[in-house]
């Protein structure tokens, strides 16, 4: 984008070209050609004196470099490329200026920075300092765009933490999820110790998906937290989805929390188990993956049935139910 200030230039340039051409075809039709070539050193000599001498505006990118880094330290947040730079002057002044140095740079010492709780900080004092060493006379600066920049940095301490998926995923009807996958499961944080010492999980950008017939792997960026980096900044998330089926097994009924010289006994003995389960692991889930059981605790005086529980299922299977669900029993006194 050209600056303001030398769109104002290019257009009085463009200005006085046109009156210079309108001058040149007069005097041309006259032969006039000496009287024109005075007239035109003339004219140009009093542009130029006109247009640059008049104050004027300009924004100039400046590359930004932080010099003198200790070695030890790693910025835990992004330290921008380029900054825009507002300079005010005479137009002369600010063309040399412009055309003597074309790729400007502001380098930072970051040994003269003051560095507070793991931040420092680059306001308009710092920019005022580095800038005004660097400016010609006429030319002076007024403002920088960020006006204030922070940086974050770590003294080298980091930590690993868990990555937690942050999203739904969720399946056609005939299927089912069988499993999530994140790799890799931590990740590296370097951050300031007040960000160090809370952030315990890294979370993954937010994702959504439905209707879902097939595995898929998805790479997701994670959260971006202030003042802390994270290596990596991406995983990989595997929705392992399969076909699922309906299987029901027979398993024994036991009894728990049987005091010492009572017996219950249940009619029946054994109960079906039925559930979900992908058709991969169809064959692996056997009945003994199960525990099914009638607490004695839960047994009111006068109940003449029981309900049964489901104390314990395999990984990889949903929806267990146990049928039937209530059963007549008997207490015995030993």
């Known amino acids: 984008m050209t600056d303001p200030g030398f769109m104002l230039i290019l257009r009085r340039i463009g200005i006085q070209t046109k009156r210079l051409g309108r001058l040149l075809r007069t005097t041309m039709s006259n032969h006039n050609i000496f009287g024109f070539f005075v007239f035109l050193c003339v004219a140009v000599g009093f542009w130029f004196s006109q247009t640059f001498k008049e104050n004027t505006t300009v924004n100039i990118d400046y590359q930004l470099q932080l010099v003198n880094v200790p070695s030890s330290y790693i910025f835990t947040s992004d330290v921008p490329k380029t900054v825009s730079v507002t300079l005010s002057g005479r137009g002369f002044a600010l063309l040399q200026y412009v055309m003597r140095q074309p790729d400007k740079t502001l380098q930072v010492d970051f040994a003269d920075l003051t560095k507070m709780g793991g931040i420092v ?8 300092k580095i800038i005004t060493k660097q400016l010609p006379a006429g030319v002076s600066y007024t403002a920088v765009a960020p006006s204030m920049i922070e940086i974050y940095y770590s003294m080298g301490d980091h930590k690993q933490i868990p990555v937690v998926f942050n999203g739904k995923i969720r399946t056609s009807n005939q299927h089912i999820l069988c499993g999530l996958n ?5 990740v590296d944080i370097y951050a300031p110790s007040p ?11 937010p994702l959504v998906m439905n209707d879902i017939e ?9 959260q971006k937290v202030k003042g802390v980096k994270m290596k990596p900044d991406s995983v990989e998330v595997q929705a392992c989805v399969d076909l699922f089926t309906t299987k029901t097994v027979r398993v024994p009924i036991y009894t728990e929390n049987i005091p010492p010289n009572k017996i219950i006994r249940t009619f029946p003995l054994m109960a079906d188990v039925t559930f979900k389960v992908s058709a991969t692991m169809f064959n692996t889930v056997l009945p003994e993956d199960f525990i099914v059981v009638v607490d004695y605790n839960s047994i009111h005086q006068g109940d003449t049935k029981c309900r049964l529980q489901i104390r314990e299922t395999p990984d990889g299977i949903y929806n267990a139910k146990v049928n039937p669900a209530m059963i007549d029993f008997v207490i015995e006194q030993e």
């Open 182 to 186: 994140v790799k890799p499961e931590y």
């Open 121 to 128: 900080t680059l306001d308009n004092q710092v920019w005022r």
């Open 214 to 222: 097939d595995t898929i792997t998805i790479k997701l960026a994670l």
């Open 195 to 205: 960000q160090f010492d809370t952030l315990q999980a890294a979370m993954t950008e």
